[in-house]
């Protein structure tokens, strides 16, 4: 009689395999890179900045960095530095005469950092050194340098690398034709100086300029050669690399990506209306351009609607201006530039997100659209989350500096908190006259509106929960 078990009918059999054919096979592998923590939090992303600037402080505040070899206090370090790293350009002494070559060159590497993105630089440095890029890095780079989301993370790297070697060699080339200018009233070392650093201010839109008043009358105001170069180069930092990067592949307006399109677009709108509200308002004020003839003012015009929206140079003191023009430009001037440009501000290509909605919404499309493209009702979200706290922010900054600087016209604090939130460093003459508490208010303006745009963006990427139910719908009364 066989004593082999046979399943009856209606019986499910379940074998599982012995221990000794489950037991884990380990493998020792030698790791050729080693994982780097990097930007392992967004919060590190203020980290990174602060550092920067207090290591840019303590720098600064070395008699080394004097132009008369004394130590400088902390505050005016402190605000330098946070000026030149968020690309600000505002200032409590004038750069070329109160700071020596060294303190300048401190200056410079801060301006340099700060305006390519800290993010950027540092996943080249750590690509130089054989480290491991995160995916969380890649992410927080990619915020650094585009809104659109559509940007493959697999080739961000290599991406991120061509950025450096293309505002490298942008600021090559304004270096250069700095240089012809300088050459002829310089001598060729003070000529180079003065071309790297007024061609790396100008790219990063610092505003950070070596010229004592008596020079900023000679090149600032009446150079078309030298402010050109400048407009130039601040367009150039204002658009973006990945906005660079686009043209440079597709050499046509019709193939580029939405977002290229939205920038250069929105871009020239602005640069244009700008120019024509600053002719308009300031035509007949003698002050500023209103003794000038026709085509100076138009260059004027066109210079403060190009430079003095992101970058912060003026060929007139704004201090003089009308207050509608105080008050257009501190709009212009927190819109600022593109996403992953050197310039700061809410971003144009944020802000023409949401007017584009708007526009739909009135002419009663279901859809947002913008050149034959659907925009997702989501990026519409993003954009409006990253304007409304900033905006806040914005506000609650200003209220705050009127509270404790009362002496000042309500439209000269209002003009110079939007100055430093947006990272412009245009001034109607307050920095430098306002107490200790005041500036450490205008520090912490500059500080907050490099640092909140970027750090809400990544904040809105990273969290991609969904939701598993839903609630029922309800309508609200609005309007």
């Known amino acids: 009689m066989s004593t082999e078990w046979k399943p009856k009918p209606g019986d499910k059999v379940i074998r599982h395999p012995r221990e000794e054919q489950i037991r884990p096979i380990s493998l020792k592998l030698s790791s050729r890179k080693v994982n780097s923590r990097v930007f392992a939090s967004p919060l590190l992303l203020i980290y990174l900045f602060a550092s920067l600037i207090f290591s840019g402080t303590i720098l600064l505040m070395l008699p080394i960095s004097n132009a008369n070899s004394e130590i400088t206090p902390f505050i005016d370090a402190l605000y330098t530095a946070t000026s030149a790293v968020t690309v600000t350009g505002l200032i409590l002494h004038n750069t070329g005469q109160y700071w020596s070559t060294f303190g300048q060159a401190v200056i410079l590497f801060m301006i340099f950092t700060g305006g390519l993105g800290f993010m950027s630089l540092a996943t080249f440095l750590l690509v130089l050194v054989g480290q491991k890029v995160t995916l969380s890095q890649k992410l927080l780079v990619r915020e650094s340098i585009t ?42 070392q003070e000529a180079s100086w003065l071309a790297i650093f007024h061609s790396v201010s100008g790219f990063n839109n610092a505003g950070f300029i070596l010229f ?69 308002s300031e035509y007949n004020n003698e002050k500023t351009i209103g003794d000038m003839n026709i085509p100076d003012k138009i260059h004027h015009s066109l ?20 207050s509608a023009t105080k008050f257009f430009f501190s709009g212009m001037m927190i819109i600022g530039g593109a996403s992953g440009s050197t310039a700061s501000g809410l971003k144009i290509n944020t802000v023409a997100i949401i007017i584009i909605a708007v526009i739909c919404t009135l002419k009663g499309q279901n859809r947002i659209t913008s050149f034959k493209r659907e925009i997702s009702i989501q990026l519409v979200k993003k954009a409006i989350v990253i304007c409304v706290p900033s905006i806040l922010i914005l506000f609650t900054l200003m209220i705050i500096l009127m509270i404790f600087e009362p002496n000042f016209l309500f439209i000269n604090t209002f003009f110079e908190v939007h100055s430093a939130f947006a990272n412009v460093g245009l001034t109607t003459g307050i920095s430098g006259k306002i107490s200790p508490l005041g500036d450490i208010i205008i520090i912490i303006s500059m500080f907050l509106g490099r640092i909140v745009p970027l750090a809400i963006a990544f904040l809105i990427t990273i969290q991609n929960e969904y939701e598993t139910f839903r609630y029922p719908n309800e309508r609200i009364t609005i309007g």
């Open 147 to 188: 809104s659109d989301n559509s940007l493959q993370i697999g080739g961000l790297v290599q991406i991120t690398i061509r950025i450096v070697i293309l505002a490298v060699f942008i600021q090559f080339i304004g270096f250069l034709f700095l240089l012809l200018k300088y050459s002829l009233d310089y001598s060729l």
């Open 212 to 280: 004592s008043e008596t020079d900023i009358n000679s090149y600032l105001k009446n150079d078309y050669y030298f402010t050109w170069v400048i407009n130039v180069l601040s367009i150039l930092g204002s658009i973006g690399f990945w906005v660079i990067v686009d043209v440079i592949k597709n050499k046509n307006f019709q193939p580029l990506q939405l977002t290229s399109k939205i920038v250069i677009l929105s871009t020239f709108i602005v640069i244009f209306m700008s120019g024509i509200f600053f002719f308009s």
């Open 303 to 322: 210079f403060e609607s190009i430079s003095g929206r992101t970058a912060g140079f003026s060929t007139i003191d704004f201090n003089e201006t009308n």
